[in-house]
């Protein structure tokens, strides 16, 4: 019999907001949480905008110790996984820590501590054999990104199979997939399952300038990410981190649980075209909506939402909805596809986690999230973006998709039928 | 091939080695065999000046060799090892891929550190000299991600692409990553892991690991399962592999070298080395019984040899654990005590040497150990000649992981 995988608990740390209800206050108002980078001066710098985390790590209960220990990046998903296990009302100790896993992605991990020791054991850059006197402590914590799912397995005391996904920016989705694909596959009956990146630091901005990948529109920044509009102008980079507590759906009924909604299917292909280029067809991407909807056993015209990857460039917005036309033929025009981008930027490897994140939420509400600054339409972009005002529905089945930096793309389908609404 | 999925069983049929003790199958396994030790003072520029003197630096690697220029400017060390060991590998598989869909064709990498060398280098040039001089390939060289996009750019392999970062049992945990997506349907995949973590901020950053053998004798640095041991030597390289379908690879001839049986994966915290006794007993029992395999059927177990003494000391009590009163009759082998751990590429390496293993019928020893502290019969100074039908790999990671890999060599071979 097929194991079914439900979503149980839903934990959130993103732009303009930390915790699931200031994030779905800020998507369903369609607020933009963009602005003028403060992390670091930008000055020099192409792009000097980003979405960034008001995050106080000891106001969600982290102590000292452990915000020295933790990148930021892993700082957020202990507070996302704490807010995650909480709302899934799992006990510690209740269930078999053998039989609970932990997947969760990034796709620059440890960056930023990274640069910000080098510039002390380089003297800001003047040598390559830089001395290591002069390192911070636990920078061997940075170096390595497996630390971000050690780093909460051992806050929840997880003995089951533990594993850091990175595979750029679909890492979040991947993550998510993986999980699933465990929980099916009987190895496991509950994951902790997300992403988390900060990469909001000299080095990762300046290599987005080099490509041009990022908006230099400085001077508006709240309207900045434009996903699908005519004059977008490039993604601008956010930061943040969602953890899904994933179950088995009958462990989940049998502790007498109502979740949110299932993960039913997964896919991720290559393109093998280029490491940052993508082809107008989409066929990759559409490749793995397909084969995500036939391990899902959904029609693609029972699709009744898609959480779009929009980030805002140009090939990326006309890419996608190519990919999203030929899987869902006809169906593609009737169906509203946002970009959640729009207000939270895109954070890399997390935010596929925290736009499945979104999708459960949506489910659950029956709220389509906006395409915030959507004004002009292109003409290769042709379907119903949901332009910046939310939109009641009733969601059954939604699928998210992404595309990463490597050729990667990738593809989650999720159903819910009847449940509580939360 | 519709086979149910059940029933897609996987199996290795090339192997791509890099390796500090021999790149190529060959040369490999003869200086593995032999127990060759290649540890040596780091000769890598501007890495002579930390308390990390000894290590396994891939010396007779030329990138420009076996990879195309516009693919080397583009990438970092660890993607160069990568794509050249693919490359080996294919041709080892005889696998003509550009015959195959190209969906059916994966690849998977783990990956402990990325391109740390590539990264300094934009580093500098940005805090040296500002952001303008950052090229534009940092964004595609660094991340954990580049190997795998480059290989399934440059061989044109569109199946599902993945990475994973657990670190040294990453390079176990890929395996079982690459074994379901040929259950879900691919019909090849190119995995395994690569590292080059010798350059100098990628060392400091090293310096952290409580495990790190700080030694300054060669002769001395990496000695696991004797009572010097004094933490493990790191390694540059890795090996990736070919593994295909079973049917698909015999309907075309392929040569099998191995099945790819089960795995099984646990956590146990990091630095509580006490504790993977456990987590090591569980992950072994996982695997086999996802293998169908009994205990008294492991033939070899390649160790994950951490080279403390009491990491040491856990994995001996995991075995016998597991293996019963076997276990001090079970050869235990440790290779990698003559290269040094590359993190995921070590485990990588254990699968790649232990399938010459199973299928030389030989058992490699573990170079340079001669007392051994605990209950094991580990392989030393000379290479055993055993029948080997079945070998199980072991892994840990830094970070907590503990992976066990089970391989068997093809029915009818023995």
Not at chain 1, 55 to 71: H, I, K, N, T, Y
Not at chain 2, 123 to 144: D, E, H, T
Not at chain 2, 172 to 183: K, N
Request: one cysteine or more; glycine letters at 12%; charged letters at 20%.
């Amino acid at each position: 019999m097929t194991r079914r995988v439900a979503v149980t608990g839903v934990g959130v740390v993103a732009p303009g907001g930390v915790g699931v209800p200031a994030f779905w206050d800020m998507l369903t108002a369609g607020r933009t949480a963009t602005r003028g980078i403060t992390l670091f001066d930008p000055a020099g710098f192409r792009s000097r905008i980003a979405a960034e985390c008001d995050f106080d790590a000891a106001a969600f209960g982290l102590s000292p110790q452990e915000v020295a220990r933790a990148d930021r990046y892993v700082q957020f998903a202990m507070v996302a996984a704490d807010e995650a296990i909480r709302d899934s009302g799992l006990e510690p100790g209740a269930q078999d820590p053998w039989r609970t896993g932990v997947s969760l992605g990034t796709a620059v991990g440890g960056t930023t501590r990274l640069e910000h020791d080098y510039v002390r054991v380089s003297g800001e850059g003047e040598r390559w054999d830089v001395d290591h006197r002069r390192a911070g402590p636990f920078l061997e914590r940075a170096f390595t990104p497996s630390v971000l799912a050690s780093a909460v397995a051992e806050r929840f005391g997880v003995h089951g199979a533990v594993q850091t996904v990175s595979t750029g920016c679909t890492s979040g989705l991947d993550a998510i997939g993986y999980a699933f694909q465990a929980i099916e596959e009987d190895l496991a009956d509950v994951y902790i399952a997300g992403a988390s990146d900060s990469p909001i630091s000299p080095i990762t901005v300046a290599c987005f300038d080099a490509i041009r990948a990022t908006s230099p529109n400085n001077d508006d920044p709240e309207h900045a990410s434009r996903p699908f509009d005519a004059r977008r102008d490039g993604f601008v980079m956010g930061e943040g981190a969602a953890v899904l507590v994933l179950e088995e759906l009958e462990h989940a009924r049998a502790r007498g649980v109502d979740p949110y909604c299932e993960i039913s299917g997964f896919a991720t292909f290559g393109n093998a075209y280029h490491m940052t280029g993508l082809t107008r067809e989409g066929l990759e991407m559409s490749m793995a909506i397909d084969t995500a909807l036939d391990h899902a056993r959904i029609a693609s015209c029972d699709i009744d939402y898609v959480n779009a990857h929009g980030s805002g460039t140009k090939q990326n917005d006309r890419h996608e909805t190519a990919a999203v036309k030929r899987s869902l033929g006809e169906h593609a025009y009737r169906t509203p596809m946002s970009s959640i981008k729009s207000m939270v930027g895109h954070s890399l490897g997390a935010i596929g986690a925290i736009e499945v994140a979104a999708c459960t939420l949506a489910m659950a509400r029956g709220v389509v999230p906006p395409t915030a600054n959507y004004e002009d339409p292109d003409p290769e972009c042709d379907l119903d973006y949901v332009p910046k005002t939310a939109r009641e529905a009733r969601l059954r089945r939604v699928l998210s998709v992404g595309s990463g930096f490597g050729g990667f793309q990738s593809a989650v389908v999720m159903s819910r039928d009847g449940g509580r609404s939360r | 091939m519709n086979i149910p999925a059940a029933e897609r069983r996987t199996v290795i049929t090339g192997l791509g080695i890099i390796a500090p003790n021999g790149m190529g199958t060959d040369a490999f396994w003869k200086a593995t065999r032999e127990g060759v030790s290649v540890l040596d003072r780091i000769t890598r520029e501007g890495c002579d000046g930390y308390p990390l003197r000894v290590a396994g630096e891939v010396r007779a690697f030329d990138p420009g060799v076996m990879v195309e220029e516009r693919f080397l400017v583009q990438t970092d060390r660890f993607s160069h090892f990568a794509m050249a060991a693919a490359d080996l590998a294919l041709q080892n598989a005889q696998l003509r891929t550009e015959e195959m869909p190209a969906h059916r064709v994966g690849v998977v990498t783990a990956a402990g550190s990325g391109g740390g060398e590539f990264g300094q280098r934009e580093l500098q040039r940005l805090w040296g000299k500002g952001p303008s001089y950052v090229g534009p390939y940092q964004s595609i060289a660094w991340f954990y991600a580049a190997s795998t996009g480059q290989i399934s750019i440059r061989g044109g392999f569109k199946g599902p692409c993945g990475v994973v970062a657990s670190d040294e049992a990453g390079g176990l945990d890929a395996f079982a990553h690459a074994a379901r997506s040929i259950r879900n349907g691919a019909d090849a995949v190119v995995v395994g892991a690569t590292e080059a973590p010798l350059a100098p901020y990628s060392m400091v950053c090293q310096l952290g690991y409580p495990e790190l053998s700080r030694s300054e004798d060669p002769e001395r640095a990496y000695l696991p399962f004797t009572a010097e041991a004094c933490g493990f030597v790191p390694a540059e390289g890795g090996a990736m592999l070919v593994v295909e379908e079973e049917a698909a690879a015999r309907a075309r001839g392929a040569p099998v070298r191995a099945v790819v049986l089960g795995h099984g994966a646990t956590f146990t915290r990091s630095s509580r080395w006490d504790r993977s006794r456990e987590g090591l007993a569980r992950a072994i029992g996982a695997a086999l019984e996802r293998s169908g395999c009994a205990p008294n059927e492991i033939d070899v177990v390649f160790a994950d040899a951490l080279g403390t003494v009491e990491a040491d000391r856990a994995e001996a009590l995991a075995l016998a654990d597991v293996l019963g009163p076997r276990a001090a009759r079970v050869p235990v082998t440790a290779p990698k005590a003559g290269f040094g751990r590359a993190y995921g590429g070590a485990a990588a390496l254990d699968v790649a040497a232990a399938v010459l293993a199973l299928e030389h019928g030989t058992v490699p020893p573990t170079p340079r150990v001669t007392d051994v502290c605990h209950d094991l019969d580990l392989v030393t100074c000379r290479p055993r000649g055993v029948e080997l039908r079945t070998a199980l790999v072991l892994s840990r990671g830094l970070m907590g992981s503990n992976a066990a890999l089970v391989l068997r060599r093809p029915e009818g071979e023995i």
